[in-house]
């Protein structure tokens, strides 16, 4: 194994921590400066001079969030650096800092001789014009951003760990309890018991979610129905290691990439838990993130991925044999994620945003994908800006200073494929006709 070492600080570094989901470090030290440092040692992120040195540091487990402590004061920062919230407190120096597993409260060591205990609030997330904003450990307020109907409170019986918002369905869970909210009706909850009371992952789609419980991988239907079981090996993978970009679902076809050999993506089938396709894809080099179309027929299923290269690949999940049907569509790519009405893929390729508007016809003919490409040079968002969302005809992306940014594509697509959709042929060509 060949060591990386670079100095990280002016004066002497304090403290330290790494996150396997990211593979990014954190160091805060003397010089009264917190850092954000890629695997390589690149300098990610560098904070102004606060007023005391940094005596502790510390990642939540999905590698989202990081907290700062120093003297009198305890920050909570995303991970790319920017700061969420600042408490000043009297507790003296925090010389440690602890999360807990599902990564909703931390706990911090004093100098006073105290022990700090923090929760999280005011999570925010949104689906088209609603929002979904965690106000207590057990409150939830709804919002519609287009209504000035007063919003309503949703109120749990235990601590909330977990909540994803998306295909007209809010599932949330607790510590003990799963829930699952419809748009239509927010009184009248599907109410789940947990297994092993710690989930770490929440994924959605049209008509399933993917619950990852400790070490099991369930998938549920939205009237609150196990589906399936996902039985993994435990020398290959583990469900404390499923994040968001390590695992897709869609309606017939569940991605997970291995834990252990990273060139490895594992397909099953959504309903019966079972091998999909031949049961797994392998690359060449370690792949850092998925997604999974959610349009079409199972047959016509596709996987994005980026590799360690930073290259973005499409491949076609249902193939059997030693066949396998794979094509390289961009490069310099950091983040991808697929619309939820068509199969778009929207990337963040050299810091700006791209948009294939069907990725697909990378296996017809590459020179049609060139054409069928949206691309948004105006923003440049800056590293480790994110996609946040893509709905419809909307892109938000959180850029590197925590704003984020709205954008907007061409409808033209997302209408055209509901023609073809629709098999409305006639009003597909006289649309290509009005664009052109």
């Known amino acids: 194994i060949s060591l990386i070492k670079w100095k990280a600080h002016d004066g002497i570094g304090l403290c330290i921590d790494w996150n396997g989901n990211t593979n990014f470090l954190i160091s805060g030290g003397e010089d009264c400066k917190y850092k954000v440092w890629d695997e390589y040692g690149r300098p990610m992120y560098c904070s102004s001079s606060q007023d005391y040195p940094i005596t502790s540091i510390a990642w939540n487990i999905d590698g989202d969030l990081f907290a700062v402590g120093s003297f009198n004061l305890l920050r909570l920062c995303d991970k790319a650096g920017w700061s969420h919230s600042l408490e000043k407190l009297s507790t003296g120096s925090i010389y440690n800092i602890n999360w807990s597993p599902d990564g909703t409260q931390l706990a911090g060591a004093c100098s006073n001789g105290n022990v700090l205990n923090a929760y999280l609030v005011e999570k925010r ?210 983040n991808i994620r697929f619309n939820d009405q068509t199969n778009m893929l929207a ?35 800056g590293k480790l800006s994110y996609l946040h969302n893509f709905v419809g005809n909307h892109i938000s992306v959180r850029r590197s200073d925590g704003a984020l940014i709205p954008c907007i594509i061409t409808p033209f697509a997302s209408a055209l494929n509901s023609f073809i959709t629709d098999n409305k042929w006639n009003q597909a060509i006289q649309l290509c006709r009005h664009i052109r």
Request: glycine letters at 6%.
């Open 125 to 334: 997330i949104t689906w088209r014009n609603i929002e979904a904003i965690q106000t207590k450990c057990q409150m939830i307020d709804i919002r519609d951003v287009l209504s000035d109907v007063a919003c309503e409170k949703l109120e749990l019986r235990d601590r909330i760990t977990k909540l994803s918002f998306g295909f007209e369905q809010l599932v949330v869970a607790t510590i003990k309890q799963c829930y699952i909210f419809s748009i239509k009706n927010w009184n009248t909850p599907i109410i789940m018991d947990l297994k092993e009371c710690n989930v770490t992952l929440i994924m959605l789609c049209n008509k399933y979610f993917l619950l990852v419980d400790g070490g099991l991988i369930q998938v549920y239907n939205y009237e609150g129905r196990m589906q399936s079981l996902i039985k993994l090996s435990t020398m290959s993978i583990s469900g404390g290691t499923v994040s968001e970009k390590t695992a897709a679902i869609s309606n017939d076809t569940i991605a997970i990439r291995d834990r252990i050999d990273l060139k490895i993506v594992h397909f099953f089938d959504t309903i019966t838990g079972k091998n999909a396709s031949n049961g797994k894809f392998i690359h060449t080099n370690d792949i850092i993130e998925i997604a999974i179309d959610q349009c079409g027929s199972a047959i016509d299923r596709k996987l994005a991925f980026i590799d360690k290269c930073l290259d973005c690949f499409l491949v076609v999940v249902k193939t059997y044999g030693v066949y396998q049907k794979i094509a390289k569509i961009g490069g310099m790519v950091t």
């Open 347 to 381: 990337g963040l390729q050299d810091n700006h945003l791209i948009v294939w508007l069907y990725p697909a016809a990378v296996f017809i003919d590459r020179d049609l994908l060139q054409k069928a490409i949206f691309e948004n040079n105006e923003n440049n968002f």
